[in-house]
């Protein structure tokens, strides 16, 4: 199976910083990467498709970058909102797969 | 307004049985692939099984694979997850949701607890 490593693990920034997450696939997914944002009790939300495309309402300091086996999920200037976990996750091969998470937290 | 909701998780003894279903609205169900996503506590998602839209393909994460039949009822609009011979570590909030077969999942329910213990 396709192996998601997303790293790191846990970042610590204030407000209004820029927070850059990275998820690494153990073989080629093209473009067939998505990104996931949850908040504690709450579930999943869709933010990024086919690696780059914003879902729908989700606003534009959200971006994603990537193909193949290495991808970015960037928040240009984090609001007190966007604290949460992300995950990546493949839809390029069975089965798929999520990343383990990166959770970002206020500093 | 697309809906999806959960329900019949609850605590079951190791080695027991539960049927999970997720009604679904607001969409044309027969039309898109249906998966669940399961989130252990103090653990991250995990991908457990995709059904087509008609119902004929599925695919089971290896975990489950030969436990857990996934199914699905276009007239009722509702799926179905079978879990038999349950174990401690299927401890979850189970999410369904719509897509992931050549597409993302776009919407999600809130989930619905299944706990295994003695």
């Known amino acids: 199976e396709i192996v998601l490593t997303q790293s790191p693990a846990t970042l610590s920034l204030s407000p209004g910083e820029r927070a850059t997450l990275s998820c690494r696939a153990s073989?080629?997914?093209?473009?067939?990467l998505d990104w996931y944002q949850q908040k504690p009790g709450q579930a999943p939300r869709l933010l990024i498709y086919d690696a780059s495309n914003r879902a729908t309402g989700i606003p534009a300091r959200f971006s994603g970058s990537g193909s193949g086996t290495d991808f970015t999920l960037t928040i240009s200037s984090l609001e007190p909102e966007d604290f949460a976990v992300y995950y990546c996750q493949q839809r390029s091969d069975w089965p798929r797969t999520f990343g383990q998470g990166t959770k970002v937290e206020i500093k | 307004e697309v809906q999806l909701l959960e329900s019949g998780g609850g605590l079951v003894q190791p080695g027991g049985s539960l049927r999970l279903s997720c009604a679904a609205s607001g969409f044309a169900f027969s039309s898109y692939a249906m998966t669940w996503v399961r989130h252990a506590p103090g653990k991250g998602l995990e991908w457990v099984s995709a059904i087509s839209g008609g119902g004929v393909n599925t695919y089971y994460a290896d975990s489950v694979k030969g436990r857990f039949t996934i199914s699905r009822d276009n007239f009722k609009n509702t799926l179905y997850l079978q879990m038999n011979s349950l174990r401690a570590e299927d401890t979850a909030l189970y999410y369904c949701a719509k897509g992931g077969w050549s597409s993302h999942f776009d919407y999600w329910g809130q989930g619905t607890l299944v706990t295994i213990s003695s």
């Open positions: 073989q080629s997914v093209t473009s067939y």
